[in-house]
């Protein structure tokens, strides 16, 4: 049966489409679409990746575990495949230091993540159904990054990275900078040892 709260959505929707039709540029129109398409299907799935694990851990099903997995797999090989052959300063990558902050903001937000049992999507997702919790979180989460925003500006134990690889120096790692090196020195270990076996 439709319920007031599916007509005034889809109303919503529509209105967004039509506004942003008129008024946004085509960049930003497309953003808009996506991000409609995205916020739908997260809602209509109830996709969050820290619902996945405690769907996993209360109910026992992994499902939705299995899921975000294959969406991680797609488009890190789709990824892979964009990124392979070419220089990595054409595709504006953001390429973040690894340091104390890091660390800090990891735990910080996997414990926040426990305690509201979702994250920065399942937030998004539950604010239709279960809103007071949704809200609660929603304001803390961006309560956090405003009040953050002046020490992550500032702090050298936020802005300096520990370790680099050659592609971004003194910025931070580029994964494929240390997969590529390793994949060549197995390559080369490789073919001595079959050269070798032949000889």
């Known amino acids: 049966m439709i319920t007031k709260q599916q007509y005034l959505g889809v109303a919503l929707a529509l209105t967004s489409i039509a506004l942003g039709s008129l008024y946004l540029g085509s960049t930003i129109f497309f953003r808009l679409l996506l991000g409609l398409a995205l916020g739908y299907v997260l809602v209509r799935g109830s996709i969050g990746f820290a619902g996945s694990v405690n769907r996993a851990y209360k109910s026992g099903s992994t499902r939705l575990m299995v899921v975000l997995m294959g969406m991680f797999v797609g ?9 392979m052959n070419a220089e990595p300063g054409t595709y504006n990558l953001w390429v973040n230091p690894i340091n104390a902050g890091l660390i800090l903001g990891g735990l910080l937000f996997g414990f926040g993540m426990s305690f509201s049992s979702c994250c920065a ?16 979180t929603l304001f803390f989460f961006c309560l956090g990054v405003f009040a953050g925003f002046p020490i992550q500006k500032e702090a050298s134990w936020i802005t300096d990275t520990w370790v680099s690889s050659s592609s971004y120096p003194e910025q931070g790692v580029f994964l494929p900078d240390l997969m590529y090196r390793n994949f060549k020195a197995q390559v080369e270990h490789l073919s001595s040892y079959s050269f070798a076996g032949f000889s």
């Open 75 to 83: 488009t890190a090989v789709i990824n892979a495949v964009l990124v």
């Open 121 to 136: 999507t399942g937030v998004l997702a539950r604010i239709s159904s279960k809103m007071p919790m949704a809200l609660i």
